[in-house]
């Protein structure tokens, strides 16, 4: 009676060694990518929290006002914090704002029918972008939200 493994045996186990580690690496891959993309959103929540600080909706009296309306353009992170802030950012944390912005746009503006269907809600749009301007790769995040006129 012999000892030890066949070849069969072996490269059965060999084949299924292999799938283990690549399933492990894959996940490896996919937790990284995780995690930089989690990095991303918190900065674009905290942009998002920003902007509405700056340009509260609960401050809008008439939505068509210029200057507090409810269309503002788009606007750098930077910009937002020193409009709410006499806090200068730190370098940290004016690397991590940098190349993001933050626009309001009322999406229902010239449809007074719709508005009026609505029961006077004006539907608002906030977009965080951010990306690498010389590559040409630009993301954005957007959440939809309804105002309605103070009475």
Known sequence: MRRGFTILEVLLATII???GLTAI???MTQSQ???LGSAYLETVQEVMDLGEMAYP???VTDPDDAQNGL????????????KISEIR???AQEEKFHGYTWEREWLNKNDDDEIERLGG?????VTVRWGNDFRGHHEEESYVTFWRKPE
């Open 25 to 27: 690496l894959l996940s």
């Open 89 to 91: 950012l730190t370098n």
């Open 17 to 19: 060694l292999g799938f």
């Open 57 to 59: 909706l609960s401050d």
């Open 33 to 35: 990518k995780t995690m």
């Open 71 to 82: 269309d503002v353009n788009e606007t750098k992170a930077t910009e937002l914090w020193e």
């Open 121 to 125: 809600l004006h539907v608002v749009r």
